[in-house]
């Protein structure tokens, strides 16, 4: 992916453009859509997509076995520790 500026453009424009801003996606370069003035969404080539879903799995399976490791009580044990603290 490049590293110049991002486009932005509004809504109506995305939609009047819209072959370019695909061109664009195609050629590694994201598009921001605007709408009033405000970001909304993003039209980015697919293999970031792609990327960023793959992350994303990567990153919830290793929270899922961090989670593992830790170490796990009982209700009893809960309620023990609970029970025995001075009130």
């Known amino acids: 992916m490049s590293e110049q500026p991002v486009e932005s453009v ?3 424009e995305a939609r009047e453009h819209f072959a370019r801003v695909i061109d664009r996606a195609e050629h590694d370069e994201p598009t921001v ?9 993003a039209v980015v080539p697919i293999e970031l997509l792609r990327e960023y879903r793959q992350w994303e799995e990567r990153e919830l399976a ?3 076995e961090e989670r593992r490791n830790e170490p796990t009580y ?3 044990e809960v309620m023990a520790e ?3 603290r001075p009130e």
Do not use: N
Request: net charge positive.
């Open 74 to 76: 009982s209700l009893d």
């Open 10 to 12: 509004s809504v109506r």
């Open 82 to 84: 609970t029970l025995a």
């Open 33 to 41: 859509i605007t709408r009033r003035g405000r970001e909304v969404a």
């Open 62 to 64: 290793r929270l899922i």
